[in-house]
Structures are given as C-alpha cells and as structure tokens.
C-alpha cells in the first residue's frame, strides 16, 4: 500500500464511511487484504479527493479481496453477514445495514493461469481478475474519518485505468461502454492531482514534448505510472489491444465508446489515449 494519506474526513455520506468500516474491520481480523475498486475508488480520489466533477452518482461499493481459498471467502461473507449484512441473490453481492450495495469480488491463490476465477459450486460463472493483484499491492491509503480514525486502502488511478482497460476487454457489448466512459474520465482528470501537476512542471520533458498541454503530458504520465504498476500478464493483455492484436476488439472501438458525437470530440478522445499508450509503450517495469 502507498504511503501517502489522503484525506477525505468529512467529504462521503456517513452510511458509506459504516460500509468500509465494518469490511475493514472485518477483513484486518481475517488477515486479508482488500481494497476499493470501481466507481467507489474514482470518486473517493477523484472527486472527493481532488476535487474532480463527479462523473455520475453512485451507491454501489465495490472492494477486491485477496483470499487463499474459497472457504476464506466463505468466511468473509460470513462475518459480514453476522455485521447485519443480508445476502443478495449473486454470490459475490451483499446488502448493507444501510441498503447499500456491495460487490466483493475475490482474487488470488483461487486464480486459474489465466488470472479467471470460477464461482462454487459449479464453477459455471467465471470472472476475470487480472490487474487486481497490483492494484491492491499498490492501493492508496485513503482516511475517510478522523475521529474515530478509519483508513481504507483505495485504487489509485494508474490501477482504475488498469482495471478498466481489463474490463472493457473482457465484458459484452452492452457493458463495455461504462468501462470506456470512466477510461476516459481518468484520462482527462489525471492532470488534477497536485502531485501529478507538480512533477510535470518540475521536470518539463513531457510538458515541452506536448507543447506545454497538461492534460496531453498528465496522459502520458498516467500511460508510464500504469505501465509501472502492471505485471507482466496485465501488461502483455493491455499492449496486445493498443499494438492491434487482439482477436476481437480494436483501439478504434475503445475511442468510439468513449462518447462524444462530434468529430472533434473523437479526435480529442484519440489524443488524449495515444498520449497514455506512448507512455504506456515506452514505460518499462
């Protein structure tokens, strides 16, 4: 986990600061490490962090949890459940206290080669984890209250554009806009973060290279720092779509799904992205 702190005491409904409580709570007892994925993890840093427009409200939470085995995760919905809890009808989904929504998605030693999860008992559901191995490793220390103190590691956003670029790849047509949309989002607020700004202009490289655009040099940045993040396996699956070598999707579809009506809107989508894949491709672990 980083060791930056970043502080957001105050800013996120009291019913959501309960959630992550409890499930930090409950999975520190376990010896099990979690962390904030999905659009939980781009407001909490994003907006409620760095001040980002809030894309789209949502009160659904989503965490990843590294367990050893089936049975630990077994255990996990187990306590949650005793924390009043109630099971929904997915595996992976519980309802709050408060009726919020979460999805727990596990990963880990229960990963087949190909980084797939196959839900008991059957096995007929399978989901792919890949990328969520480091982005928990590298998950960001968020503090979401202050008094008592409660600390919830969080995916920074190298590991959300990970996460998406992933999940964009892996789900149906239907679903993949979403995942283009927050991509997208990533990219044009990256230049937000102080630090992210500070660096660019402290050491010019970028910021010369794309005749002083931030939003241009924060891509690229975003491209390197996710590219540092990623193994090998995530790296290989992202670099096989941006180099045209994936079997089903293309680069052009990750753009075009990004929104926009306007040709100009296209073009500035498809800069903003080939700023991330020249920093993504160049970058080395």
Known sequence: MSSTLLNISGKIDTKAVALYAI????????AMPFVVVGASARDVVLHYGHGANMQRATEDIDFGIQVPDWSA??????????????????????????????????????????????WPPEGGWVMNVLGFQEVCDHAETVRIQNSPIVDIPVATPQGMALLKLIAWLDREADMR?????????????????????NSLYESPAL?????????????????????????EPTANTITKLFNGGHDKLTLEQLISEMGGRS?????????????????FLQSKK
């Open 23 to 30: 499930v930090s709570e409950v999975t520190a007892q376990l």
């Open 73 to 118: 995760f077994k255990i996990v919905k187990k306590r949650l459940l005793a924390k009043g809890f109630n099971a929904a009808r997915e595996e992976h989904r519980l309802i709050s206290p408060d009726n919020m929504q979460v999805d727990i998605v596990p990963f880990g030693k229960i990963e087949d080669e190909h980084a797939n999860i196959a």
């Open 177 to 197: 806009i979403k995942d283009a949309k927050d991509f997208l989002y990533l990219l044009t607020n990256y230049e937000i973060i102080p630090s992210v700004k």
């Open 207 to 231: 910021m010369e290279h794309y005749e002083w655009d931030l939003s241009l040099a924060a891509a690229h940045q975003l491209g390197i720092n996710a590219r540092g993040l990623a193994k």
């Open 263 to 279: 040709d100009d809107q296209y073009t500035n989508n498809e800069v903003l992205t080939n700023a991330f894949i020249k920093g």
